[in-house]
């Protein structure tokens, strides 16, 4: 293979998170309130809620789980992106709202440099972040021994005062109506090195940035991140175990060709994989379900 095959495509995005959960109800309750989010779609295997035209949370009941621990691989937290900072305004403050009613946890904020930040957890402790993507000209990329990286930090973003200067009475009263997408995902894993063997050398994404060998940022077509791995609380972890939590990611490609240009990947990798023609199903190390799907 050349080398334009051997990278996930320009175009790759991030599609519906799958999240296993205990109480039904509660959650989705959360994801509405907290949110913004609205109902889509209700089967037998759960809720779909999102933005109009966009799922982005897929809630799937699963009863019979434990919550994992704390050092456990699996969700650090899904990242929904808004298009604008009136909007990721609107649902900072509703999601505050519900974590001082007790639905939910705030955890903090930072501003990444290319991009502005907020943490929070869902009832049932997994994470979400909110964010905003600067201008990407605003972005500053160096380059060492070859690799390509963006400089990313964490500095100070008060909330209050971040909304106070970007919320409006539009932005809340239109909030169910506002555009979002799942932006990157960020996942706990066992060590950083497995992980970029994995997500780098064998899927295909490129190395964006790492984080003092404890955390490392992919990305495709020149992105800050759409997928990140850290060891902050599990280093060391091995293959997950069937908890509440992350169910599975959902990566979108363009083309059949893209999605079979990845099972040779995996093939060459040892990778065991389920394709269909127009999605791969597969596992990471640490057990992590992974759907790759034409979009």
């Known amino acids: 293979m050349n080398l334009v095959q051997d990278l996930l495509p320009a175009e790759t995005a991030m599609g519906t998170i799958t999240l296993k959960v205990g109480?039904?109800?509660?959650m989705a309750g959360y994801y509405r309130s907290a949110l913004g989010l609205v109902d889509l779609a209700e089967s037998a295997e759960g809720l779909y809620?999102?933005?109009?035209?966009t799922p982005l949370v897929h809630l799937a009941p699963a009863g019979g789980l434990k919550l994992?621990?704390?050092?456990?691989?699996?969700?650090f937290h899904t990242a929904i992106l808004f298009a604008d900072r009136a909007d990721l305004a609107a649902t900072?403050?509703?999601?505050?709202?519900?974590?001082?009613?007790?639905?939910?946890?705030?955890?903090?904020?930072?501003?990444?440099?290319?991009?502005?930040?907020?943490?929070?957890?869902?009832?049932?402790?997994?994470?979400?972040?909110?964010?905003?993507?600067?201008?990407?000209?605003?972005?500053?990329?160096?380059?060492?021994?070859?690799?390509?990286?963006?400089t990313m930090d964490n500095t100070p973003l008060p909330p209050?005062?971040?909304?106070?200067?970007?919320?409006?009475?539009d932005s809340v009263r239109n909030q169910e109506k506002a555009p979002a997408d799942v932006g990157h995902v960020h996942l706990q894993v066992g060590d950083v090195e497995t992980a970029e063997n994995f997500y780098v050398a064998t899927l295909g994404f490129e190395r964006t940035a790492g984080w003092h060998g404890q955390a490392l940022f992919v990305a495709a077509g020149g992105y800050h991140h759409h997928m990140a791995m850290n060891v902050w609380n599990?280093?060391?972890?091995?293959?997950?175990?069937?908890?509440l939590g992350l169910g599975e990611v959902l990566i979108h490609v363009q083309t059949v060709d893209e999605a079979g240009a990845l099972a040779e990947r995996l093939d060459a990798a040892g990778?065991?994989?389920?394709?269909?023609?127009?999605?791969?199903?597969f596992n990471d190390p640490w057990n992590n379900k992974l759907r790759v799907a034409v979009r």
Do not use: I
């Open 68 to 75: 994992p621990a704390r050092s456990e691989a699996g969700l």
């Open 160 to 169: 209050q005062q971040y909304l106070t200067a970007n919320l409006t009475e």
């Open 92 to 150: 900072v403050a509703s999601a505050a709202q519900s974590a001082q009613a007790g639905e939910g946890r705030y955890v903090g904020s930072a501003d990444h440099l290319v991009s502005e930040a907020f943490y929070f957890t869902d009832p049932e402790g997994n994470g979400v972040e909110l964010y905003f993507d600067k201008p990407r000209e605003t972005w500053n990329w160096t380059t060492s021994n070859g690799h390509r990286s963006v």
């Open 234 to 243: 599990s280093r060391g972890a091995g293959p997950r175990k069937d908890t």
């Open 23 to 26: 109480d039904l109800a509660r």
């Open 271 to 281: 990778v065991g994989y389920h394709h269909t023609g127009a999605e791969l199903r």
């Open 49 to 53: 809620l999102g933005r109009p035209n």
